[in-house]
Each structure stands twice: as structure tokens, then as C-alpha cells.
């Protein structure tokens, strides 16, 4: 069941007659400004009604087009190759932090810390299978689903698993701002290439800023950019994966 999660903010505000010398200070001073810009911005009023329209044709587009056939394939080599289910459900935080099934294909052996601990480059949880899904990005074709049902948007902040966001709520300023829009399944983080596991807290940060620059310059065509550009990154990383097997 969906649950309603409590956002809070810092209430702190921004002395005008100084402006903060150390580094958090200024990180936490960085966020205000951006926090009193992205309250002071409105998209367009058509924004709203075609990004909906715009995420239900492009998921039943490939629903029908590809995971009709592309799923038994997936379905296929990771039951032949990992025991377990095909599909890995996991908890993420949505809009306004009401909590929902996020869909994707398995990629890691079963294990007790798929909820809490994030996926490293070298993890030894992830099957040979999971890793090429993980760097295409198959595993998460399954969210399509969640566009449709309108749990996710196909652009928009990426959603944390449940404990990330409870824990970082408490650490990064502002860090809540990002549910005020439908989480996606690529963003502006992704595209300048913060995805995957936080090593520093700061890599965070900056992918929190990036999501914050998002949600200040919606539009159509903002969307329609990190779509292309996400397309071009998991188009180079596939051929990087093929060419470095090839050469080996």
C-alpha cells in the first residue's frame, strides 16, 4: 500500500548582509539560492498535461514494440543463469513521498542487502547477465510500467530507495525538494553522468543540484534534450562494453 511520507525543510534562511566563508556553509547557501529560484519558477501551463501525454504514448509505444518480444529473451537468460525471479521489486519514494513498487529485471544474486546497500562497479552480488543489463540500462525497461501506471515520468529525478532518502533527507539540505516532481527514469543527473553508486556525500550533492536545476527550467524540450542525450550515453557504453569484450 502507498504511503504518505512526511517532507520536511530546513527552516534556516539566507542572511542578505553576509554570505557564509566555510565549505558547507556555502554548499547549504548554494541550495537556498536555488531553493528560492525554483519557488519563484512555473512551467508553462500546458507542461503538466502534455508531459503526462507524452509519457503514456512513449510507454505503451515500447511496451508494445519491444518488451513484447524483448522480455522472454531477459526472462529467459536470467532464470538460465542466477536462481530467483526474473523481476526484482523494490520500494522506491515517489511523488510528494508516497511510496511505490519500482520494477526492474534482476540483476544481482538473491541477497538480504538489496535494500539498504547500494550497487559498487565491481559488486560481487551482480550476475554476469546483470552486469550488461545494468550498463544498457535493460533492467530498467520494466519501468515503463510505473510511467504508465503514473507512479514515474520517463524524465525526472531518479527515486531512491526508501532508506537512502530517509537517510539523506536528514543530511543534505533541501535534499526533499526533489520529490515535489514525479520521480523519472532518467534526469539531468544522468545525463552529466552522477549515476550509480555514492561513493562521497558531495557526488550526491551535486546530483541533487542537477535535479534542483531540473525542476527550476521544466519544459517540453528540456524533457525531450535529456531524452536524446540519454539515449547517446547508453548507445556509447554498450559499444565501450562490446569493443573492450572484443579486444580482450
Known sequence: MKQQATIDYPVDKVQSSSIPQTDMANIRYMFQE??????EHQPAAYYTT????????LSLLFIVGVMSWLTPILYLL???TSKGPAFFVQKRTGY?????????????????EADFKQVGINDKRITKIGKFLRVTHLDETPQFLNVL???MSIV????????HTKY???????YNLRL???????GMAQIKDYIGEISVERELRKRIQWDIYYMKNRSISLDISILFNTFGCVFVKAYEMISRKKNK
Do not use: A
Open 180 to 186: 515535489e516532481v514525479q520521480p523519472g527514469m532518467t
Open 156 to 163: 525526472g529525478p531518479r527515486p531512491h530507495m526508501l532508506y
Open 50 to 57: 502534455v508531459k503526462r501525454m507524452m509519457d503514456i504514448s
Open 168 to 174: 539523506y533527507s536528514q543530511v543534505i539540505p533541501y
Open 96 to 112: 510528494m513521498g508516497v511510496e511505490f513498487n519500482c520494477y526492474k529485471f534482476r540483476t544481482m544474486f538473491i541477497n538480504d
Open 34 to 39: 536555488m531553493n528560492q529560484q525554483y519557488l
Open 78 to 80: 536470467i532464470r538460465l
Open 149 to 151: 501506471m503514473g507512479d
